[in-house]
């Protein structure tokens, strides 16, 4: 299929074609929101937020605050659980144990592709999370399983790194999964480069 999705994120193509994954890079404290949103909320009939950061009530306020449209929002929150916060399933709400379950994480991010049509966008905040929680190599496992998903479902996936973190060339083989880098610096300004 040749579905494009528009961009609507500063300094990035108009458009990006289905089964394009990009790496959202930016620094350890840096304000990611905005370009999580902008990302999310434009050209698309379903969302997924992947969230190994924050709770699914911190990403519904994100989405709120940003005037993203929540109904089309579906959150797999990986942090409430260990943090022992109450957890209610709901159909646009589910939890994943932890961080570092990459299986069950896979799982769930399949199981949205499976059940929705139409255009896709998934959002994982955060690549730093889950190497932190599992290691490197399953999560680079972890993440190309998640590439080929969406080149699969015709879907495009933005994917969170922060880069004072990790070293350089951990910071170096995440780059080369992707089709595009997004950068965004400590100002707050964005560059992209696309292979």
Do not use: C, W
Not at 108 to 124: A, M, P
């Amino acid at each position: 299929m040749d579905t494009e999705y528009e961009l609507a994120v500063e300094n990035t193509p108009d458009t990006i074609s289905a089964g394009t994954a990009l790496l959202l890079l930016h620094p350890s404290i840096g304000e990611t929101d905005r370009i999580d949103t902008q990302f999310l909320k434009t050209d698309t009939d379903h969302m997924l937020v992947v969230s190994t950061r924050t709770t699914a009530r911190e990403v519904g306020q994100k989405l709120e605050h940003y005037g993203v449209d929540a109904s089309q929002a579906t959150i797999i929150d990986a942090v409430s659980a260990e943090r022992g916060y109450t957890r209610r399933q709901s159909d646009d709400v589910r939890y994943v144990a932890q961080p570092g379950n990459l299986d069950d994480l896979v799982s769930e991010i399949e199981r949205f592709l499976d059940e929705t049509t139409g255009k896709r966008r998934v959002s994982v905040d955060s690549i730093t999370e889950m190497v932190y929680y599992a290691d490197e190599e399953q999560t680079h496992a972890a993440v190309g399983r998640i590439l080929d998903l969406l080149a699969e479902h015709d879907a495009v996936g933005l994917f969170h790194l922060a880069r004072g973190v990790h070293d350089e060339d951990v910071v170096a083989a995440f780059r080369e999964r992707f089709d595009g880098v997004i950068e965004l610096d400590a100002d707050g300004a964005v560059s992209t480069s696309m292979t």
